[in-house]
């Protein structure tokens, strides 16, 4: 389902392999304001957490993030999934995306969830990663889920019908 009847939410959440200062993660520092206009410009997109609110909740030790200097995420809504997708797998994003292992530690739980949401409204970080958590100890399901879960074909996202 899509259009105005609900909005579809994602967070991801990484930790880098080295502090943001570090050369060996610069190129990925520097193109985050770059790859977030393009979301920002992209069709279907509706709002993403600022970069003063998401670095306040990513550095707070008493958090739900965990206060790791490292830490590297967002929070962000788009009409559909397939807007997602699209700025995702067919923008420049796709660059940063097939590199991230260079840049960020593996992990064992899932570094991105989503979930549908009301229009209007805004996610919190601690919502999103109360998302995560399901997603993480119940697997995917109606409120939460990754990728598989959105039932699109993300090698033809942006395609003409």
Do not use: K
Request: aromatic residues 12%; hydrophobic residues 40%.
């Amino acid at each position: 389902m899509t259009g105005a009847t609900r909005h579809f939410a994602e967070f991801n959440i990484g930790t880098l392999r080295h502090d943001w200062d570090d050369p060996r993660v610069a190129e990925f520092a520097d193109a985050l304001d770059r790859v977030n206009a393009i979301a920002q410009r992209s069709p279907g997109f509706v709002w993403m957490l600022g970069e003063d609110e998401m670095d306040a909740a990513q550095t707070d030790g008493d958090g739900v993030l965990g206060g790791n200097p490292r830490t590297a995420s967002t929070l962000s809504v788009w009409t559909d999934a397939e807007s997602l997708g699209a700025f995702a797998f067919n923008t420049v994003h796709r660059v940063f995306y097939a590199r991230g292992a260079e840049w960020f530690e593996e992990q064992d739980t899932p570094r991105l969830v989503m979930w549908y949401v009301e229009p209007g409204h805004r996610p919190t970080i601690e919502e999103a990663a109360e998302r995560l958590r399901i997603l993480t100890e119940e697997g995917p399901g109606a409120l939460a889920f990754g990728w598989a879960g959105t039932g699109v074909d993300f090698h033809r996202c942006g395609e003409a019908a």
